[in-house]
């Protein structure tokens, strides 16, 4: 059976969402005073769509959702929280809020920028696994400016 308009519209689409919406986050969160970078892997093999890094070293993850399917076939989000200090959804616009679970955070993000809809909880992290998530952090920040020069 061939796939229909719809289908391959939204195959198309998923990923110019996904771009816009992690823009969206990025910007956001460095206009919070935070440090973001992209898809960053995680001690325990995961890996964060975007991660922030504060002024007084505290750590927020980003998991972009793209759509709902998107967000009902993924289920490791609740391996992210011990690897920051708040935990965010970040969706586009159009995306039905009333399914995500109440404990994250949420950011609502297009590609110029977005809004904290929802703050997430605060769990601050021990200071010895935050030493080694800054130093982590800092070092692929600078591995990937290399890579740029």
């Not at 460095?30 to 440090?35: K, L, S």
């Not at 898809?39 to 972009?64: F, H, K, Q, S, Y």
């Not at 070092?139 to 020069?149: F, K, N, P, V």
């Amino acid at each position: 059976m061939a796939p229909s308009v719809l289908s391959i519209e939204l195959e198309f689409s998923r990923p110019r969402t996904t771009l816009a919406v992690t823009r969206g986050a990025a910007s956001l969160l460095r206009d919070m005073g935070y440090a973001p970078l992209m898809e960053v892997c995680l001690p325990n093999g995961r890996r964060a769509d975007v991660m922030g890094l504060g002024t007084r070293g505290d750590l927020i993850i980003c998991e972009v959702k793209s759509g709902l399917d998107d967000y009902r076939v993924d289920r490791k989000w609740h391996e992210y929280g011990p690897f920051c200090d708040a935990f965010f959804f970040a969706v586009a616009p159009e995306f039905p809020e009333g399914i995500l679970p109440d404990e994250p955070g949420l950011i609502v993000a297009d590609g110029f920028g977005g809004a904290v809809v929802r703050d997430a909880p605060v769990t601050p992290l021990a200071p010895a696994r935050r030493k080694a998530l800054t130093i982590a952090f800092g070092r692929l920040a600078a591995m990937r400016l290399m890579r740029e020069a």
